[in-house]
């Protein structure tokens, strides 16, 4: 018999483009030759902080990581009632929010169906629709990153030309406010004209505690609005992956079918729940971190080859300019030890994304720019 499983492949994955993977933190200071304490990680907008101390402390002590973790992260959700204000039956937790947007998409998408996503931004959203077999409208935001609402309605508006045959009805639009990579905001007039339109709106919400104006609470007067957050970045529990959501009832009780039963594990779910019992602390560091992005954003607005963008998030988009290549100030700043994001994407060509870290850090990233 001549059988070939590599031809049983879903189309869609075997036509996706191979696996690079992302070194861990330890590896890469190997290449670097540094050792991890020595590296200004400033790539992954991850909080410099770290977690609250009593993290620690709770999973030192954590009785039970033998026995199966709580599906339905009760008492998590039930601490997160408080947080968000909404009621529970609104929220799920997942493994991250990055695991609640390939869910959203599993629950909505047949291969072929179509979303709208807005790029730049997160990088997710177009890898997850790839694996779910979703075409991707791209409707590109505007020189100033903000979203093109005209563009997508015209998107419902009619047939059109888009390489699509017949009229397009796209299940889903996701937008990100503030937006990663350049950390602005969607306003609420825009977010009313897309929620006007036939389709679900997932807005994700991951670095709204820098800018705090969550519309989480829309969910109840908005049957097709979803609204994800995390752990990750205001918490400082990226490494335990927790993220959570809000759903309309006719949305989050499909949601529930379809979900791992274990997904969160009991550290994370344990995690999560000390964060927000001592989110005082928690958030007074978002506020100096938005402190330290402030003099940061200053500092490089000083810099005459440089051109930052305002932010609402623990991160600054900035634009190589003067005849200079991000790509190389890029390895320059990696022969230094400092780590930041860099983009070869034509819409981000010559751009870095630098994560704000602690007051000392970006001060020596600063010197080392102005030497540069
Ligand atoms: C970091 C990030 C996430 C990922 O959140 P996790 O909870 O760590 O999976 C989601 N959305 C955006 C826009 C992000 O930048």
């Not at 990680?41 to 039970?64: C, H, T």
Request: net charge negative.
């Amino acid at each position: 018999m001549n059988f070939n499983p590599n031809r049983m492949i879903r189309p869609n994955v075997a036509s996706l483009k191979p696996y690079t993977p992302i070194l861990p933190f330890e590896v890469l200071s190997q290449q670097l030759g540094r050792q991890p304490t020595d590296i200004i990680k400033l790539d992954a907008n991850e909080n410099p902080y770290g977690p609250s101390p009593l993290v620690a402390e709770a999973l030192a002590e954590a009785p039970f990581l033998h026995i199966y973790p709580d599906p339905e992260c009760r008492e998590l959700r039930q601490a997160l009632v408080d947080y968000t204000g909404l009621e529970a039956e609104y929220l799920l937790v997942g493994l991250g929010a990055d695991e609640l947007i390939d869910l959203t998409m599993r629950l909505f998408i047949e291969p072929g169906d179509t979303i709208i996503n807005c790029p730049p931004t997160f990088g997710m959203y177009a890898f997850d629709a790839d694996v779910n077999g979703a075409q991707v409208i791209n409707v590109w935001r505007q020189p100033d990153f903000s979203i093109n609402v005209d563009e997508i309605e015209s998107v419902f508006a009619a047939d059109d030309d888009r390489g699509i045959k017949g009229r397009i009805t796209p299940k889903l639009i996701i937008v990100t406010s503030p937006n990663n990579p350049d950390g602005s905001l969607l306003g609420d007039d825009d977010l009313k004209r897309l929620l006007a339109l036939p389709a679900v709106v997932m807005l994700d919400e991951a670095y709204v505690e820098f800018s705090g104006e969550s519309r989480m609470q829309w969910v109840k007067q908005h049957h097709n609005l979803i609204v994800l957050r995390t752990f990750s970045k205001w918490a400082g529990l990226a490494g335990l992956r927790v993220g959570y959501g809000a759903f309309p009832p006719d949305i989050i009780k499909h949601l529930w079918k379809i979900k791992q039963p274990y997904n969160v594990p009991v550290t994370g779910q344990l995690a999560a729940r000390i964060s927000l019992d001592d989110r005082g602390r928690l958030l007074g560091n978002v506020a100096k971190i938005v402190e330290t992005r402030e003099n940061f954003y200053t500092t490089l607005a000083q810099i005459d080859w440089l051109k930052p963008y305002p932010s609402h998030t623990n991160f600054i988009l900035v634009k190589v300019e003067g005849g200079r290549r991000a790509v190389d100030i890029r390895q320059k700043l990696a022969g230094r030890g400092i780590l930041v994001r860099y983009y070869d994407s034509p819409a981000l060509a010559d751009h870095l994304r630098i994560s704000v870290g602690l007051p000392g850090q970006m001060a020596r990233l600063g010197s080392v720019l102005q030497q540069l």
